[in-house]
Structures are given as structure tokens and as C-alpha cells.
Nanobody, 116 residues
Framework: QVQVVESGGGLVQPGGSLRLACAAS????????MAWYRQAPGLQRELVAS???????NYTDSVKGRFTIFRDNAKKMVYLQMNSLKPEDTAVYYC??????????WGQGTQVTVSS
């Protein structure tokens, strides 16, 4: 199963940018669609963006035009560039395969807080 380590979160003002990074291991990376998810307090985890190894991408409507997912297959890395951040983007961000893996495959996530 996939093992992941997310990084790059932090506190940013509205309108600011962050780039999240995810190091993946334990899978044949090129065979998997990878994704970023997020979970805000009191809400269920939601899919934010996904990308397969040949470039097909999908985004949830609320981040279209602001977030970009990209991956480096050689390094087994997945990134999420987040621009024009809004307070409603505040959440813990996770990466995983899509569909998501077993409960044990989820990492600690990285906290993103958008606040002035």
C-alpha cells in the first residue's frame, strides 16, 4: 500500500499562496492516479484534485482556477500549488491514491490555515 509524507502547509493571509508536497512510496507510482484531499474541522474529507501519470487532471469546483496539481513521476512526488487562498481553504491537506487507500495508508497531513 502507499505510504505518504505531506509537507508545505502553514499560515497564510487571504490571497496568498502555498505549495504542498507529497513524497509517496510503496507503490508503482506511475500506475496510480494521485490526489490531494482536505478535511476541515467538523467536515468530511473531500477530494480537492487528482492527476494520473499521463496528465489527466480533475479539480473540485471550489478550487478550479486557483489550485494546480502536478507530479514528478521520477521522484514519486505530488505537489499542490495553491494560489488566491481563501479562509474556506483552511483544512488539513492529505495526499493519497485516488481512490484513497486503506486507513493505514493515510499520512499525518499538513495544516493549511488562511487567516488575516
Amino acid at each position: 500500500q502507499v505510504q505518504v509524507v505531506e509537507s508545505g502547509g502553514g499560515l497564510v493571509q487571504p490571497g496568498g499562496s502555498l505549495r504542498l508536497a507529497c513524497a509517496a512510496s510503496g507503490i508503482l507510482f506511475n500506475l496510480y492516479k494521485m490526489a490531494w484531499y482536505r478535511q476541515a474541522p467538523g467536515l468530511q474529507r473531500e477530494l480537492v484534485a487528482s492527476k494520473n501519470s499521463v496528465g489527466s487532471t480533475n479539480y473540485t469546483d471550489s478550487v478550479k482556477g486557483r489550485f494546480t496539481i502536478f507530479r514528478d513521476n521520477a521522484k514519486k512526488m505530488v505537489y499542490l500549488q495553491m494560489n488566491s487562498l481563501k479562509p474556506e481553504d483552511t483544512a488539513v491537506y492529505y495526499c493519497n491514491t485516488h481512490p484513497g487507500g486503506s486507513p493505514a495508508s493515510w499520512g499525518q497531513g499538513t495544516q493549511v490555515t488562511v487567516s488575516s
